[in-house]
């Protein structure tokens, strides 16, 4: 069964870039036809949908978030990377990695604090 790990600081200052990494295994990253996601939920709120990369490479990002988010991955390395830049306090959130298609398989979650 796949597996996701979430992976990256815990702490960000204020205006820096958060780098969050998702590493998969037993299964590919560019296996059609999965979209493999990012996701937050701040604390007190609900889930948050951020962007994904699909198996293709091609990418989506939430339009309110497009300006400061890139998703990029490395199919060497089995792994899919989050770039979520000019940080704020809005932006602490415990962040999932997801594979996505019919259902969602998901990472535990990692908290990062801003």
């Known amino acids: 069964q796949v597996q996701l790990q979430e992976s990256g600081p815990g702490l960000v200052k204020p205006s820096q870039t958060l780098v969050l990494t998702c590493s998969v295994s037993?299964?590919?990253?560019?296996?059609?036809?999965?979209?493999w996601t990012w996701i937050r939920q701040p604390p007190g709120k609900g889930l948050e949908w951020i962007g994904y990369i699909a198996y293709s490479g091609s990418t989506y990002v939430d339009p309110r978030l497009t300006s400061r988010t890139r998703i990029s991955r490395d199919t060497s390395k089995n792994q899919f990377t989050l770039q979520l830049g000019s940080v704020t306090p809005e932006d602490t959130a415990v962040y999932y990695c997801?594979?996505?298609?019919?259902?969602?398989?998901w990472g535990q979650g990692t908290q990062v604090n801003s």
């Open positions: 997801a594979r996505h298609n019919n259902d969602y398989m």
């Open positions: 037993n299964g590919s990253i560019t296996t059609d036809y999965y979209h």
